[in-house]
């Protein structure tokens, strides 16, 4: 019987290291949102569950727990495999608005409910904001009809998903206790699985620029979301990619719509489109669209020479009420007051060896473009183009970015981050891979 629990018995069982029972864990997750687990308790519990950890049964439980404390989206109706891909985060990370018309184009149904940025990292609601008239914020109806109509709909979670988590996560916000991987499994799972999904791919990102700075971490948060996909009879699986640098060239908003329309139109650079097909790959073979990754690469790259993934990008765009001009004309998209470009010094000869990825999210947030406080506005127009990436060679007056520009003085501190940002060595560095484990 859960309604028996007292709230301070469960503190005090996992702060001396017990183990919690399914009972106890449902109370925990229905009591945050219906008061009988007060917020000071609440919190001494995350805490208890920081140091003590959880089992993976607990995990499991904790995740269909909150899962199951608001709506959980059904689309059994919805004809064909419905596959969606999460990302832990990261700077200049696009795939998400190149890779749902991908998939979509190659026979899923991907239905895609996302964040938005804060601090350093970006958010996929906000990129796709810059478009304008894009609506983000629709019902459940509404995804469902354009998930049916296009194959692919991109929306921000209703306020009915999850209610526990948006609690608990402001909770974990200011006390500490965000960096606990059972916690963010769950977080992140909980989400994930109320959206009515039949698979999932991972991307969880490791480095400078990531949320997980170290790949011990990283590995063991795809694990744990792995097995928890398990436990829900759902199959995961988890890419684990370097972010030591921004992915592709551009980072902002306006700046990342453009990228992924170019990746859309095959001219995407190379790290991005990498990243994107090992995703998108994976999806093909989780909802059965290909039969191994040589085909699922083949008709990747086919949706993408013939038009197709453009044409589901225009669709989707339509559907949600965008702009679709903004396609063959990006000075429809919020655009800079000016361009700042940033040069190699007059000495400076060798390779790029680095390029900070977390200075660049500093970067972005100096010009206007990030967000401090899940309340501030973002500046859709500001950001990044035209960076470098490592290893390549440097001569003086080279160009390392060009930085878009509403404000001088941002622009300024936006500059001396670049140039703190990217290193420049005689030796070019050993080439760190960017697609790591694949777990399933
Ligand atoms: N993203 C989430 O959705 N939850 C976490 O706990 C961390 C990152």
Redesign the pocket.
């Known amino acids: 019987m859960s309604d028996s629990f007292f709230p301070q018995d469960i503190i005090i069982k996992k702060r001396d290291g017990g183990a919690l029972s399914r009972a106890e864990i449902e109370f925990f997750a229905r009591g945050v949102s219906d008061g009988r687990f007060a917020d000071y308790q609440a919190t001494a519990l995350l805490m208890a569950i920081f140091w003590r950890g959880m089992t993976a049964q607990e995990t499991a439980w904790l995740t269909d727990a909150m899962m199951r404390s608001g709506d959980v989206i059904d689309l059994r109706d919805v004809l064909g495999p419905k596959v969606d891909k999460h990302s832990?985060?990261g700077v200049g990370d696009k795939v998400s608005l190149i890779l749902a018309p991908l998939a979509a184009a190659c026979g899923l149904k991907v239905p895609m409910m996302s964040?938005r940025g804060l601090g350093h990292t970006g958010g996929t609601l906000d990129k796709l904001e810059a478009i304008p008239g894009f609506k983000v914020q629709l019902t459940v109806p509404e995804f469902r009809a354009i998930l049916v109509q296009v194959g692919a709909a991109m929306i921000g979670q209703t306020p009915q998903v999850v209610p526990a988590?948006r609690k608990l996560?402001a909770l974990?916000d200011v006390t500490g206790t965000?960096e606990?991987i059972p916690?963010?499994?769950?977080?992140?799972m909980s989400?994930k699985l109320a959206e009515g999904i039949d698979s999932l791919v991972l991307d969880v990102k490791f480095g400078r620029g990531a949320?997980m700075k170290r790949k011990e971490d990283a590995l063991a948060l795809a694990r744990a979301m792995v097995d928890v996909g398990k436990a829900a009879g759902k199959p995961v699986r988890a890419q684990l990619t370097a972010m030591n640098q921004p992915l592709g060239r551009a980072a902002g908003h306006t700046t990342e719509v453009i990228e992924s329309i170019e990746c859309l139109r095959g001219r995407g650079p190379s790290d991005l489109m990498a990243v994107t097909y090992a995703l998108t790959g994976q999806m093909l073979l989780l909802g059965g669209a290909a039969r191994d990754l040589p085909e699922a690469q083949r008709k990747m790259e086919a949706a993408i020479a013939s038009g197709d993934a453009l044409e589901k990008f225009r669709q989707m765009c339509t559907a949600q009420g965008g702009d679709v001009r903004v396609v063959d004309d990006y000075g429809r998209l919020p655009t800079a007051r000016k361009f700042l470009t940033v040069r190699a010094p007059a000495a400076a000869t060798g390779f790029v060896r680095e390029v900070d990825a977390l200075k660049c999210g500093h970067a972005i947030m100096a010009l206007g473009g990030g967000r401090a406080a899940v309340t501030d506005r973002v500046d859709h127009a500001v950001g990044i183009s035209d960076l470098v990436k490592i290893g390549e060679p440097v001569t003086p007056g080279k160009v390392l970015c060009k930085l878009h520009v509403n404000d001088d003085e941002r622009g300024a501190r936006a500059e001396a981050l670049i140039r703190e940002a990217v290193v420049i060595a005689p030796q070019a560095p050993e080439p760190e891979p960017l697609l790591q484990e694949l777990l399933s």
């Open positions: 832990t985060g964040g988590d996560y974990r965000v606990c916690l963010i499994c769950a977080s992140i989400k949320f």
